[in-house]
């Protein structure tokens, strides 16, 4: 398992996403981002479970008197991996960065997975994570078409484990 601390689309605005997530899951063999039942999320910082204990604890004034954040997604990227992953890339603003920054100043950075230390995290809205080989390249066709640009607000920050998603603190922005 592991710990995340999340910024969570949970409220109508998620509802772009929640179509991109069915229009990917058309390449998958099963839906990967409807059956955790956990909304559209940015994940700003991925730890292991043993960090999970304390994350809240060392996290949660970055949320003291935010308000809820608005981002705008223009593009589909992806992540070559295997399988491949496809997410939804928002345009970065100083709000976003600034927390991210503020979060990971109270981690080692060894303790945190590679991707998402500072320098080297790429925010995005993972859109499916279990794209079948046989459809690699349809897939990938979307990473190169133009998305209508649209707007998430991201109003809960949490901290979660997985696998399964498990809640185990947060609050509404």
């Known amino acids: 398992m592991a710990c995340a601390i999340t910024l969570a689309a949970d409220n109508e605005s998620q509802a772009p996403i929640l179509a991109l997530w069915d229009n990917v899951a058309a390449f998958e063999a099963l839906p990967s981002m409807r059956a955790p039942n956990y909304p559209p999320h940015i994940t700003l910082a991925l730890l292991p479970e043993t960090a999970a204990s304390d994350a809240w604890r060392k996290v949660q004034h970055v949320a003291v008197d935010a308000a809820p954040l608005r981002l705008c997604f223009n593009a589909i990227r992806a992540f070559e991996a295997s399988p491949l992953v496809l997410w939804g890339a928002p345009v970065m603003t100083k709000t976003l960065a600034d927390w991210h920054t503020k979060i990971h100043e ?27 080989d046989e459809h690699r390249d349809r897939a990938l066709m979307l990473t190169a078409g133009k998305l209508e640009p649209f707007q998430v607000v991201f109003d809960r920050f949490e901290c979660v484990t997985f696998p399964p998603v498990e809640r185990f603190a947060g609050v509404r922005l």
């Open 106 to 132: 109270h981690f080692d950075p060894a303790d945190l997975h590679e991707h998402y230390r500072r320098g080297r995290w790429v925010p995005h809205c993972t859109l499916g994570t279990e794209i079948l």
